[in-house]
């Protein structure tokens, strides 16, 4: 199929935006895991990028919190780096460059000694006088998950976190805390116990950087913004759901901490069951965070459970071949890097309608997307059988990325005498149409964070809910009962036995192109 450009038309409307979302107030943030992967990667460059577009508050200063010695110049060095390589936006622009080197400070200390925490806390005395942040404090663990009762005990020990009263109670404490948020539903409880010990629900934050893509967040505008679709958005007329993540790179230098996590809590249990919920969820009473919050977490609790026996026949793994020969993985690994799977959701609204849900590393094509598979016409018209054979349903698909977009296929007449007939799309694509490039997640996520808004971050409740429905399936596919994933090749779509699954259904995946 050819490539095609959008051909939509925007209509900007005047008036109040539907959430306005206000600059942040002043603040500090505190970044534990400041040498690591994802702040280099991901959370410098979010910021810098807010410092480009003025996004940040006047007031604001970053503390760097490391475990080893670190002198200030040399993580300067090393941000830097990082920007020239991963910012969305070069050159560099040395004005915002210097604007965020200037209000960075490097602290450093044991996460065990609480010495170090009340150094920290006349530390941020000091810099909320000199940078204007008001007291303010947002607590980022970008740590491994090991690191974190530590944290949370240094903090509260040292005063430098404790429980509001009050959601307008100021200074303000929050607390970032990224993936993964516990290995099993025992452990995700034993950190929400942690963490409740210590805070309030509005305080926490746990990340789940897929909620802050646009076109994640866009689901919700697309459902309920437009009165067509959400007729059609039930059993009546869906045939089956399928949500695909597929990525090109493998574990890419993360083999250690890949090899403990595996495809499953690394992609499934937190990405892409929140954008299964955002797909499957009823419409909230409003959009407030705690109106969407509840209807996602009801999603999660109508999973319909899969029984030990049953998981050979809803979920396939596999390894990419060469994956025990990565950095940090054991030789003889049985994690797996893909995983298909097949689920259902026991509402009204979704009965009998099966939820695809496929995602792995090493892969033929770079892809996130959501496809709306619509049932068959009830009856065909066409004269001949092979035309009637040849009709394809329509799908909806939602394009996380790359492409940011939304296509609509469906039939068409080819122009001419005879009646032939075609498959069509109709495509919107966002960077054409709003002629700007797409924010990183972690941008919004941030300034989200500084804000206080809670959307677009995991509750406690629905975090034990997805580990309530996927721990069984981990524990019976770690136990072994369906055997040692199997093997795929680089650059293919996956093992062979992810399509069976479908085919017993008289299905297919959408095709993996290179
Ligand atoms: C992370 C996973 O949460 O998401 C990575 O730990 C994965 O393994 C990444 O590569 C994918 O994110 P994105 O935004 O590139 O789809």
């Not at 210097?98 to 200390?109: K, P, Q």
């Not at 967040?217 to 399928?242: G, K, M, S, T, Y």
């Not at 940011?404 to 109709?426: C, H, N, Q, R, Y």
Request: hydrophobic residues 40%.
């Amino acid at each position: 199929m050819e490539e095609q450009g959008s051909h939509i038309e925007t209509h900007p409307r005047e008036g109040e935006p539907l959430v306005r979302a206000g600059r942040p107030a002043p603040c500090v943030m505190v970044l534990f895991g400041a040498t690591g992967d994802l702040a280099q990667r991901k959370l410098f460059p979010a910021l810098y990028e807010l410092v480009r577009q003025k996004l940040l508050p006047h007031g604001f200063a970053l503390v760097a919190f490391s475990r080893s010695e670190r002198n200030l110049e040399s993580l300067l060095a090393q941000v830097k780096e990082g920007l020239r390589k991963y910012a969305r936006t070069q050159p560099l622009d040395e004005a915002a460059w210097e604007w965020l080197a200037e209000r960075m400070e490097v602290m450093s200390g044991a996460y065990d000694d609480p010495a170090a925490f009340f150094r920290l806390r006349e530390h941020l005395e000091r810099m909320s006088e000199r940078f204007g942040t008001q007291g303010n404090q947002l607590y980022y663990l970008a740590t491994p998950a090991s690191t974190f009762p530590a944290l949370l005990t240094g903090l509260s020990g040292a005063g430098l976190l404790y429980r509001e009263d009050s959601s307008v109670q100021r200074p303000w404490r929050r607390l970032v805390i990224e993936k993964p948020f516990g290995r099993d539903l025992a452990s995700a409880r034993q950190l929400n116990r942690e963490l409740a010990s210590v805070l309030e629900e509005r305080q926490i934050f746990r990340i789940d950087h897929y909620l802050g893509k646009e076109t994640v967040q866009n689901i919700l505008v697309f459902r309920f913004a437009n009165a067509i679709f959400e007729p059609l958005w039930n059993r009546q007329h869906i045939d089956h759901v399928e949500i695909t993540a597929a990525e090109t790179i493998g574990v890419e230098g993360r083999g250690r901490f890949y090899d403990e996590t595996g495809v499953i809590r690394d992609m499934v249990q937190n990405h892409l069951l929140q954008v299964l919920a955002l797909c499957a969820m009823e419409p909230p009473i409003s959009f407030a965070p705690e109106d969407i919050r509840d209807e996602k977490n009801k999603v999660f609790r109508a999973l319909r459970p899969v029984a030990e026996h049953e998981v050979p026949r809803f979920v396939v793994q596999g390894q990419y071949q060469g994956y025990r020969e990565e950095a940090g993985v054991a030789p003889d690994s049985r994690t797996p890097t893909y995983v298909a799977m097949k689920t259902y959701i026991d509402t009204w609204r979704w009965q009998g309608v099966p939820f695809y849900v496929r995602a792995g590393k090493k892969l033929a094509q770079r892809v996130t997307e959501v496809s709306i598979h619509y049932r068959s016409v009830p009856h065909c018209l066409f004269t001949t059988s092979e035309t009637c054979q040849r009709l394809q349903p329509n799908v909806l698909r939602l394009r996380i990325q790359p492409r940011e977009g939304i296509a609509l296929s469906f039939e068409s007449k080819v122009p001419g005498e005879d009646v032939s007939i075609s498959g069509v799309t109709m495509d919107f694509d966002y960077a054409d149409t709003f002629n700007e490039p797409v924010p990183e997640a972690y941008e919004r996520l941030m300034l989200d964070c500084m804000r206080g808004n809670t959307t677009l971050f995991a509750r406690e409740d629905s975090v034990e809910q997805a580990w309530a429905w996927m721990t069984p399936i981990l524990e019976a596919l770690e136990e072994g009962s369906c055997g040692p994933p199997r093997t795929y090749e680089p650059g293919s779509a996956g093992p062979d036995e992810a399509a069976a699954l479908l085919a017993r259904d008289g299905r297919r995946w959408t095709e993996l192109r290179r």
